[in-house]
């Protein structure tokens, strides 16, 4: 009976990855057929792939998308990372009068879609486009900086915080470590598997980050690899084998970031449920 | 201890505020004093958006190449719906900072943006003689009778068939020129029954059909003033619904859900026709093994007075936003799209695109065969049709109505009747566009 039963368990869980990963194959299949086939919904592989290959790099200026896209994806992990723990850091070690009434209203900034503040975003680059350099529409920064203070992370940071044994604290303030001090020497190394979940999400987030960039930046030496991808569909007759190749190249760096730190991930994620 | 590592972090912060104030401060002076590359004053660039690298792209480039001054002219390609919410995040938001000199626009989509951003586009009425351009393009492309936009590609409809299909169920070209759209489904329930296959693929989602059907007997969602709601009593609309209607319980279409799906439907054979815009031509020319295996007849008219068989679908025209640089892309637009014949004939001959100036029509370009429709001269049917499209003001609201219609027209197949579904449509849209 318990034989049965696992064997049930079995198929079911099979059935289940299938479904999860069949369109990554699919995707990857596609990759290496030609875009009829691809709309045929044919799931052998063809023998397309060094077309499709040569026909995306000669269309479309792929490698600086890709320097684009780990830029800015780098650089927003390294803020976001740095910020969110600080704050979080911050709202559960020190005790200032009204902090979780702070804390509070900053949760509830969750809740205002970006879409809504899109509009205010772009005014207040636009207002600094010419009079500082490097920010402004249409700089890298200008994709960075609204992206790497959210509320999201500093909850995220506050809730692992918990678990982070105080007298660490009070042993490096009575050893005569700074304040920063004992943030970086003390705090940063013990959450480790912290930082690693956070770095994860921050990384794919930004990644896949569509809309802001999209809107704020306009010349082709800016793409991001989401903004490539979206324009290769947007002809008429759009070449659906050269798009998932495009979208195999695109998903490799999300997934190797993820891979690397998989086992971190998963622990960061359990301590923020265990808080 | 800790006072002084809080005042120390309070020294900090204000020594990095100044640093930042500073530095705003300093680079301003700068970029004051040098003046020449502050982007307000004088582009040396033109840029345009624009969104399909084989068409309208491939437009741009040549109209580059064909034009006699020598201007730094940057093409920035990017997808419709990106275009759009570009465009609308920089225009609402009132700085005009990154926005291009030129941008296509879709002609269904038109009145939205030069209603919503009054002073955001250039006349063009200097550069341009409107009246060298397809009638129909005019009304979707002025406001207040200045002419915004330069018409470019018409999107004239035509009936693409599997001669094949058609032939094996007994009809002949002459079978399908100018009939109406019941007699198409007639032919539809034959074609269905001798070859066993479906005879359109339609997305329920969007009710595109029923905009070609409309426009062919020269009506629209909206009235003629592109603002007052016309859906109950709007005769050719019920037609349109029951000929929907018709064929979808004749049991002959391939639903999509997509445009690749869409696409998939006719490249793999499945179905025998496409009435579509011509823009879509690229697309069935694609799957080289169906060579000569199509044609094109005219599309499909309601079944009532004044109807024709010509209509439209899609197409977009240029526009020039009203800032620094606006004289010089508008020179560019006129000298190109706006009067060289040539170069019309080249856009045939190259892209394949057919642009809706009308004295480019009697060029030699036009009147070539195209081998894969069997030798048709499918660019000079095509604009004969452009000639009869009726013209209708597709107003600001054509998308946000089709919604409504779409729910509609769901209730309608369901068993609604017609007359309450459109009533419902009317005040529903009534309601939101209040």
């Known amino acids: ?275 | 201890m800790k006072e002084f590592q809080w005042k120390k972090s309070r020294l900090f912060a204000f020594a990095l505020l100044t640093l930042i104030v500073l530095a705003a401060c300093s680079s301003d002076e700068e970029s004051g004093a040098s003046g020449e590359g502050d982007p307000e004053e004088d582009p040396d660039t033109i840029t345009a958006w624009a969104w399909d690298p084989n068409f309208n792209i491939a437009a741009l480039e040549i109209a580059e190449e064909s034009y006699d001054e020598d201007i730094d002219f940057e093409i920035i390609e990017n997808a419709q719906d990106d275009i759009v919410s570009k465009l609308n995040t920089g225009l609402s938001s009132g700085t005009m900072k990154g926005m291009p000199n030129i941008v296509l626009i879709e002609d269904q989509r038109a009145q939205s943006f030069l209603q919503s951003y009054p002073d955001a586009f250039f006349p063009i009425d200097d550069y341009i003689n409107p009246d060298d351009f397809a009638a129909y393009k005019l009304a979707p492309t002025s406001l207040d009778d200045k002419q915004y936009g330069l018409p470019f590609d018409t999107g004239v409809t035509g009936l693409f068939f599997r001669t094949d299909y058609l032939e094996e169920a007994g009809y002949s070209m002459e079978d399908l020129t100018d009939i109406t759209w019941e007699e198409y489904i007639e032919i539809g329930r034959d074609v269905n029954e001798t070859t066993g296959k479906d005879m359109i693929s339609l997305d329920p989602n969007d009710l595109g059909i029923l905009r070609v059907m409309i426009q062919s007997a020269g009506e629209w969602y909206v009235d003629e003033d592109g603002t007052t709601v016309n859906i109950e009593g709007n005769e050719p609309l019920r037609k349109a619904f029951e000929n929907y209607k018709a064929m979808m319980e004749a049991d002959f279409v391939k639903a999509n859900s997509d445009w690749s799906q869409f696409i998939s439907a006719f490249n793999s054979g499945d179905v025998a026709t496409v009435p579509s815009g011509n823009w879509i031509g690229a697309s069935i020319e694609a799957e080289e093994s169906q060579a000569g295996d199509w044609a094109v007849a005219p599309i499909p008219r309601l079944d009532m007075e004044g109807a024709v068989n010509a209509s439209n679908q899609g197409g977009s025209s240029f526009y020039v936003l009203n800032i620094p640089g606006k004289e010089k892309a508008a020179e560019f637009l006129g000298k190109t799209f706006g009067e060289n014949e040539e170069f019309y004939q080249e856009l045939v001959n190259d892209v394949g695109a057919l642009g809706t100036y009308t004295p480019a029509s009697d060029g030699e370009a036009y009147q070539a065969g195209n081998d894969f429709f069997g030798g048709q001269s499918l660019i000079s049917d095509f604009s004969t049709w452009v000639e009869d499209i009726p013209s209708v003001n597709y107003g600001m609201h054509t998308y946000s109505i089709e919604d409504i219609l779409a729910a509609e027209m769901q209730n309608y197949l369901k068993g609604k009747s017609l007359d309450d579904a459109l009533a419902d449509a009317q005040a529903q849209a009534e309601a939101q566009l209040k």
């Open chain 1, 1 to 275: 009976m318990r034989k049965l039963k696992r064997i049930g368990v079995y198929i079911f869980l099979s059935i289940a990855s299938l479904v999860s990963i069949f369109p990554f194959l699919w995707m990857i299949v596609s990759m290496t057929n030609k875009s009829v086939d691809v709309t045929q919904g044919r799931l052998l592989p063809g023998s397309y792939l060094f077309e499709n290959l040569t026909v995306l790099f000669d269309s479309v200026n792929m490698v600086t998308a890709l320097v684009n896209s780990t830029i800015i994806a780098l650089i927003t992990t390294f803020l976001t990372l740095l910020i969110g723990s600080l704050a979080g850091y911050g709202f559960e070690i020190y005790r200032t009068p009204g902090k979780d009434r702070i804390f509070n209203i900053l949760l509830l900034s969750m809740m205002i879609p970006f879409a809504a503040i899109m509009i205010p975003l772009y005014r207040m680059f636009g207002g600094v486009s010419g009079t500082i350099p490097f920010l402004g529409i249409d700089t890298l920064a200008a994709a960075i900086l609204p992206t790497v203070i959210t509320a999201f992370f500093i909850f995220f940071f506050r809730q692992n915080t918990k678990m982070f044994a105080k007298e660490l604290v009070e042993a490096g303030r009575i050893d005569g470590l700074s304040e920063l001090g004992i943030f970086f020497r003390v705090y940063l190394p013990t959450m480790k598997t912290t930082y690693a979940a956070a770095a994860i999400i921050a990384f794919m987030n930004s990644w896949n980050n569509y809309l802001w960039p999209l809107v704020v930046l306009q010349s082709p030496e800016n793409q991001t690899i989401p903004l490539l991808i979206s324009n290769l569909g947007a002809g008429y007759s759009p070449d659906y084998g050269v798009i998932m190749t495009a979208i195999v190249i695109a998903t490799l760096p999300t997934a190797l970031v993820f891979f690397i730190m998989q086992r971190h991930f998963v622990e960061g994620m359990m301590g923020s449920m265990k808080g």
